[in-house]
């Protein structure tokens, strides 16, 4: 073999040579060499690391059964005995003995090379490891060793520079560190005879055992190891070993992860939306949890960033990240033989959807060997092996180092070319997409991998896996699930009613797409939309939005009890987690939240912006109980004054006050609104918004239909000045709901004298309101007049004298086309909404309606 090449391996020394070596490892900190990345320019090592999480207790040692859970969810912060420093690697453990051997141990990408290059530069600065007076590091994968050499053969290879004999340096056993990062690259069986083991640091071996004298401590027994490795190696190495210290990497915690956004992107705003936006999207947000995969998903959204200035136009899927991460796993890896890595692709999704259908996360020794993935350069990178305790007869078992990369690449089973032999042989599932789709509706646990079908036969998945990882994915899967989507809406819509969609999935599954044409032919047929009770995040409204723009027959949006969010609602409220190093004016990410509130854009601007698109048809928006803040209403008033086509807005919920209602007015009032119904229920706008509704009412020429109703604070005062603008107005308004805003008699002759000077209204609701006896006389009066068009007058009659009573009855029959009662009509509010309502009066629980909430003496 070739001499040992000095990048793979290392020396620190913390004399004459620590400034030499500190400068090194300030080289080699730029290199992101878990994946084969390019050095591009990258920060330093300490801007960029982000504390891992670890435990001291493996889930090899912890037994199958423990470990396949924690490695299906993915969850870096629920491990008992988790810590989440460095530091912990040499400290004493609970029995009080200091570690001399520390295994660490992490599936691929969990971040095991970058802790060792933090554990060199924190001690070649002197922070921390301080017992070590020389550090040497040997990194597997890169370096080229000797066919045989000595451990002094080994020191004076990594430091050839040094000026100390290398038997001196030995010679002060406890003041060395020797590290092995990802020891399984040697490939040694470890197998060797005791008998032939070394104890003499000088003396020429071949590698192996000189490599095992060290770890069985026949040779320098008081010098310390640290050996990274993944757990499918582990095995062999625990044969070799006593009295070790087994640590494994759990990857990031969910604080963790938000701070590694805030050190990758140099722009906090950038890094801001970045996290908001993988917040959103839970397959992301449970896959940063492996570093790697936040370093991925970070690349991706910096290019987008770059290109776009704005991730909120963000094309990238989550199918996308997925197939870039799996391109850059592979990028080295069998590329002089493609048909291996095809053949090898092939299998292990089959072994995938196999685990998917059958609810398995953990897989046998048989079912690897018996799928052929038992290929020591492949396996580790996807599958992590638990090992069982030493006395316990069971084989070890694997599993997929997340449950979501199971997910995707049970979605690639269904769309990956093959000859048809590699899955019948095996008995493995059939490669039926309509039986998929069919268990999707009793099986909500196949949404991943749904979501992912969709992302892979997309025309840019199809070219991208072709090009990069040189595998071929048929579209023939396209036409079903553009069927199923058709034909699954049809089903959930009522006879009769207008076609809706009204699963939140099927945006998602479209944004997964991520294709015009095909979002168009999916929702062509169909024209509401119709969602309750969702929380919306960041990225379900960009998959919304996506949505809307492309979907021309949508006329009717409803959204009752949704709530829109654009950052997590934990992390704007956690400002207890330390700054961890995070300098300067980029501070701890939750406080750097908070700080810039105001900067982000309104909850629904990514709505108004879709709703604003020249070819939008929509007539009728309905927002009832959406939590909508006060920066909303601009974005609303922008809406009415670019969409002539809408002509129904509804707002249900307390957030609309006086300084809301004035920038609605003013986009009532620009020539571009032609709305025809405007319902604000359950309002806080007082007397002073009536001002300026009524200046509108006097110039709008559209608006037919005007709802307050269960606005308390608009009182008889605001009353008073609405009907004063309706008198003189030139909109042709024919229906005005009043009901339930604590109104008494003394608002009544200005609504008596509306009925014949104003508008011509037919419909006046004026239900659950304290009029007393002579403000309804003095409203029957002017109904008794043969020119009164009034059709239905909004009363709730419970308490009224029997004089009041028989008044009603002689006016009916003087009129009988008049319709008096209670007219009131409730929304149904979100769960715990009622406690934010303004007034909650004449509701039951389940919206049902109520007698009215005045119980006093009958009205004489």
Not at 24 to 43: K, N, W
Not at 313 to 341: I, W
Not at 465 to 470: C, N, V
Not at 831 to 843: F, I, K, Q, S, Y
Request: proline share 5%; hydrophobic share 40%.
């Amino acid at each position: 073999m070739k001499d040992v090449s000095h990048s793979g391996m290392t020396c620190c020394s913390s004399q004459e040579h620590k400034w030499d070596s500190r400068e090194h490892m300030v080289r080699e900190s730029h290199q992101d060499r878990e994946l084969g990345a390019c050095p591009r320019e990258s920060p330093s090592l300490h801007r960029r690391f982000t504390t891992l999480t670890i435990t001291r207790e493996p889930r090899s040692k912890r037994g199958a059964k423990d470990g396949a859970m924690g490695t299906g969810q993915g969850c870096a912060s629920t491990s008992s005995g988790a810590a989440a420093t460095t530091t912990t690697l040499f400290e004493p453990s609970g029995d009080g003995q200091t570690p001399q051997v520390v295994v660490l141990v992490g599936a691929p990408g969990m971040g095991k090379t970058t802790m060792v290059r933090k554990v060199m530069v924190e001690w070649g600065e002197g922070a921390l490891h301080t017992q070590f007076d020389f550090v040497f590091c040997i990194d597997c994968k890169a370096v080229v060793l000797p066919m045989e050499a000595s451990v002094a053969d080994l020191v004076s290879r990594c430091c050839p520079g040094l000026r100390v004999p290398a038997g001196k340096i030995l010679d002060d056993q406890k003041k060395i560190l020797f590290i092995f990062d990802g020891f399984e690259a040697l490939g040694f069986s470890l197998v060797q005879p005791e008998a032939e083991l070394s104890s003499d640091p000088r003396e020429v071996k071949p590698l192996e055992l000189t490599l095992m004298s060290l770890l069985k401590k026949t040779l320098l027994p008081e010098a310390s190891l640290l050996i990274t490795m993944r757990p499918t190696a582990l095995r062999r190495l625990r044969q070799c070993l006593k009295g070790e210290n087994y640590v494994e990497i759990l990857g990031f915690s969910a604080a963790r992860r938000e701070e590694y956004f805030y050190r990758y992107f140099e722009n906090p705003n950038k890094a801001d939306v970045a996290f908001r936006f993988v917040r959103g999207n839970e397959i992301l947000y449970s896959l940063c949890v492996i570093p790697v995969m936040s370093w991925t998903i970070c690349t991706i959204l910096e290019q987008e960033l770059c290109g776009k200035k704005n991730l909120l136009e963000c094309s990238k899927t989550t199918a996308g990240m997925m197939m870039f991460y799996l391109s850059q796993l592979l990028k080295h890896r069998d590329r002089d033989n493609p048909q291996v890595l095809q053949q090898f692709l092939l299998q292990l999704c089959s072994l995938a959807a196999e685990g998917i259908w059958k609810h398995k996360v953990l897989f046998e020794e048989k079912d690897i060997k018996d799928c052929g993935l038992d290929l020591p350069g492949l396996l580790p990178y996807f599958l992590n092996e638990s090992v069982p305790r030493e006395g316990e007869d069971h084989e070890s078992v694997y599993a997929f180092t997340h449950l979501h990369l199971q997910e995707f690449f049970a979605a690639m089973f269904y769309v990956l070319e093959d000859d048809g032999k590699t899955i019948s042989s095996l008995g493995r599932p059939e490669k039926d997409v309509k039986k998929l789709l069919a268990s999707y509706k009793s099986r909500k646990d196949l949404n991943a991998t749904v979501r992912f079908l969709f992302g892979l036969v997309s025309q840019k998945s199809i070219e991208y896996m072709d090009k990069t990882i040189g595998c071929r994915i048929s579209p023939q899967a396209r036409k079903e699930l553009l069927e199923w989507l058709q034909e699954r809406h049809r089903g959930l819509s009522h006879p009769g009613q207008a076609l809706k969609v009204s699963e939140m999935d099927t945006f998602h599954f479209l944004f997964e797409m991520n294709e015009k044409r095909f979002a168009q032919s999916a929702l062509g047929h169909f024209t509401d939309l119709d969602l309750q009770d969702t929380r919306l995040t960041l990225y379900d409204q960009m998959a919304l939005s996506f949505c809307i723009q492309h979907w021309a027959g949508l006329g009717s949006i409803t959204l009752q009890g949704c709530s829109f969010h654009w950052r997590d609602p934990e992390a704007e409220l956690d400002v207890s987690v330390p700054c961890s190093g995070v300098s300067g004016a980029r501070g701890h990410p939750s406080a750097l939240i908070m700080r810039r509130r105001e900067e982000l854009p309104c909850p629904i601007h990514l709505l108004c912006r879709a709703l604003r698109h020249r070819d939008s048809a929509l007539r009728v928006l309905r927002l009832r109980w959406c939590q909508l803040s006060e920066s909303c209403w601009a974005e609303l008033a922008a809406l009415l004054e670019e969409h002539p086509g809408l002509a129904q807005l509804e707002l249900a919920d307390s957030s609309l006050g006086d300084s809301g209602m004035r920038l609605l007015c003013e986009g009532l009032r620009t020539p571009g609104c032609q709305l025809r119904i405007l319902r604000l229920r359950y309002s806080r706008i007082t007397s002073a918004s009536c001002e300026d509704l009524a200046a509108v009412l006097s110039t709008n020429t559209y608006l037919e239909e005007l709802d307050l109703s269960f606005s308390e604070g608009l009182r008889d005062a605001g009353v008073e000045l609405l009907c004063e603008g309706l008198q003189h107005c030139a909109c042709p308004l024919q229906t005005l709901r009043l009901g339930s805003c604590r109104l008494s008699g003394a608002s009544c002759p200005a609504l008596a004298a509306l009925l014949l000077e104003g508008p011509r209204l037919t419909s006046l609701d004026l239900s659950d309101n304290e009029l007393g006896a002579q403000g309804v006389l003095q409203l029957c009066q002017q109904l008794r007049h043969p020119a009164c068009p009034l059709r239905s007058l909004g009363l709730s009659t419970d308490g009224f004298s029997q004089a009041l009573l028989h008044e009603l009855d002689a006016l009916r029959a003087l009129q009988p086309g008049l319709n008096i009662g209670n007219l009131l009509e409730h929304d149904v509010p979100q769960a715990g909404a009622m406690a934010r309502l303004p007034c909650h009066r004449g509701l039951l629980p389940g919206g049902r309606k109520a007698l009215p909430s005045f119980r006093r003496p009958p009205i004489p």
